[in-house]
DNA sequence: TTGAAAGCGCTAACAT
DNA sequence: ATGTTAGCGCTTTCAA
């Protein structure tokens, strides 16, 4: 009730020198540079410093130091699992050395984001996390002329001059085909987010065309949707397909969202998954684990992401620019879940060889994968102590 | 190739000044008090301004103007759907206000959450978003001595002296109690979430056990456990409360994690819901009503409130603090899903029942509502149309 | 209405 | 090792 509202004005470093005795220089030294100032006195500084609850006026320190202390973070939305476990990996790092983060989101709006970018740029940033390609040469323009170091993410791109971390987009949508077409799909379907000033979109539906291509397989244009990252959004589009005259046996989706929805409007319709059609998605969000069926999927260690970033940020402000920019490869693992089988077709020819030989093995579940990082389907579903397992972090 | 490292270093004002012929202190009027130039000389002003690419300093602006045009928001983890939510709102709506968001979570720890207020006060921000209560008084006292306004979220609390925009937890778990108590149920579990640094967990914890407390039911010990808020955890709470000698026939969970991790943990041990066994939820995250069955729960206008708090921030920018804090209270709506019905006693005696009487209407899911916001069940299941509907945003 | 000049609070050369 | 001093780039009195 006393202490209301008569608190005193944050005092200056000045203010404290003058006070104790101590210059301003030596304060400064003190906090910037301990080492600079004997073991006494600076022990004296800092209780002098202490008992006038003494909190620094960045700006000014800001101005006069040419640093802020703060990085900055642009993705095109928060409300995403994964950009929300990047920008936590990313932050925490960077809170872990003493940084703040600027944070900004644009809705996939290129337009948006050079403004943002303008904007922190402007409010002052030591280093900046990008997702993705998609931008205008103005906006690298800006960054280099005030000498920002940055890095873009869920990418790869060797031949850039600035740091990327991530992965290559299209080629993972191929290992993704190549898994589908090794069990025995030929009829594909794709729901993909929209690939317009999305290039992690773009590139999937590129990358698995690709696939189908190599091997003299077409993906028409009706089995291919371009949908906002929505669950409703994915129930439309997987009803459209369908509606088809010979509907795909397995559909791709642009991400784990896309995924879940594509399954939701399968199992309200009663179709079964995966014995009538299989579903994958890209991401492996916790959702997609924890589904009914589990939903095979990539794993994108998106936290660990945010940790890569932040430390090649936060390398940028010691090492000078030297030699060409430090890559981060990111391994996405293939996770096997229940949304994927051989299309009904193939199970039924599996199933009349098996009854014809005399091995009547019900081996129901067991799939040839084709890449090595792979987990097995059965190390990756709901049972609970599995489960607890992928709650580690 | 050509325009590559040897860009121009940004230019400062008086640089831009000397140039021009038009001083420093006009240039900066044109930038903030544009009203205050004729317009004829503000007009080559402006001219002059782009020509030269000029882009104000952030540091030394707000050393001079004692103005960040920054907001902070600390929040418990933005990986969370509801925390993104609710940074997204106050993001985007700062954002069309000239401002922008610094950030920081500290996973639940007061202590984080201290030296993340210090932090930001000190990198200088105009306005602070923090949730809850759980702080002790010095987070107060920084923030009103650098006269930093702010407002608490998640909770509401008409006595405060700074605003608050949020609901009243325990009144919101009463009304939980009271539904089910109205459909039937007698005896109740609790999977919370952990108490402790968390007066949300601790409110709904202690509403839940009040409503039951004035119908005289007990809620013993061993029928409410706290656990963080993750699908594995709420998976062994349930696990947990279904080994007791008399399982629960309701389990109020702490959020829609929680919900869905004891719904899944019901699936998986092959029990009905909501036949057999009825689970709540708290929040209304997207997941809660496309899951199968949908999640019965409160609905919290996330974005919604992301954008009051910002426009109470927004607001003590120009207003000086006269009067009593605004406080937002908000609504929140209990929608009744799949996951509630009638306990299997009452069930079989309202079948009883009807059997004996001539009116054999088979309404198999209707139920009284004890609250006029609540909506229908029908009205908030997963047929396509409906989950359209709740995309509209 | 415009310009000159005085800081805003701090850091970093420069002296000592 | 410590103190003195000159800015950092801008906004805002204050005069004209």
């Keep these: ?27 400064s030294r003190v906090l910037n540079h301990p080492d600079l100032v004997r073991p006494e006195l600076r022990a004296r500084a800092e209780t002098v410093l202490a008992e006038a609850g003494y909190v620094p006026h960045g700006a000014a320190r800001s101005l006069a130091s ?17 950009f929300a476990k990047i920008v936590d990996g990313l932050q925490q790092t960077i809170q872990a050395r003493g940084y703040q983060l600027l944070f900004a989101s644009n809705n996939y709006s290129p337009a948006r984001e050079a ?4 904007a922190l740029l402007e409010r ?32 790869y791109d060797a031949t850039a001059a600035w740091p990327t ?9 191929e290992r993704i085909a ?10 594909f379907g794709v729901i993909a987010g929209q690939a ?9 539906i590129a990358g698995f065309r690709r696939a189908l291509q190599k091997r003299g397989i077409a993906l028409p244009p009706e089995r291919v949707t371009e949908r906002p990252y929505t669950v409703p959004e994915a129930r439309h589009a997987m009803a459209a397909l369908l509606r088809l005259p010979e509907p795909p046996t397995a559909v791709m989706c642009g991400n784990d969202i896309l995924a879940y929805g594509a399954l939701q409007e399968c199992l309200w319709r009663e179709l079964r998954v995966p014995e009538q059609i ?8 916790e959702m997609a684990a924890h589904c009914r069926p589990g939903i095979t999927t990539l794993h994108v260690p998106a936290f660990e992401l945010g940790e890569t970033a932040a430390r090649l940020l936060l390398d940028a402000q010691t090492t000078a620019p030297s030699g060409p920019p430090e890559h981060a490869f990111i391994e996405l693992e293939l996770i096997v879940r229940g949304t994927t089988a051989p299309p009904p077709a193939v199970e039924r020819a599996r199933r009349a060889r098996a009854s014809a030989s005399a091995t009547s093995t019900a081996s129901t579940g067991s799939i040839v994968l084709p890449h090595a990082t792979a987990r097995s389907a059965a190390s990756s579903t709901t049972p609970l102590h599995v489960s607890a397992r992928s709650a580690r972090k």
């Excluded at 040469?137 to 960054?143: A, G, I, K």
């Design 1 to 27: 009730m006393t202490t209301r509202k008569p608190l005193p004005p944050p005092g200056t470093l000045k203010e404290v020198a003058d006070r104790s005795g101590i210059s301003a220089a030596t304060l």
């Design 66 to 82: 040419r640093k802020t202390r703060t990085m900055g973070a642009i993705v095109p939305t928060v409300d995403s699992a994964l």
């Design 115 to 118: 403004a943002e970018v303008r």
């Design 124 to 155: 002052g940033i030591d280093g900046l996390m990008l997702v993705g390609t998609v931008r205008g040469p103005e906006v690298y323009d800006m960054l280099r002329q005030r000498g920002v170091p940055f890095v873009t993410t869920c990418h």
């Design 165 to 173: 971390v991530g992965w290559d987009n299209a080629a993972e949508s």
């Design 178 to 187: 190549d898994y589908l077409l090794d069990i025995g799909h030929r009829r």
């Design 196 to 204: 317009k000033d999305n290039d992690r979109a773009a590139e999937r």
């Design 278 to 285: 299989s579903i994958t998605g890209f991401d492996n969000i």
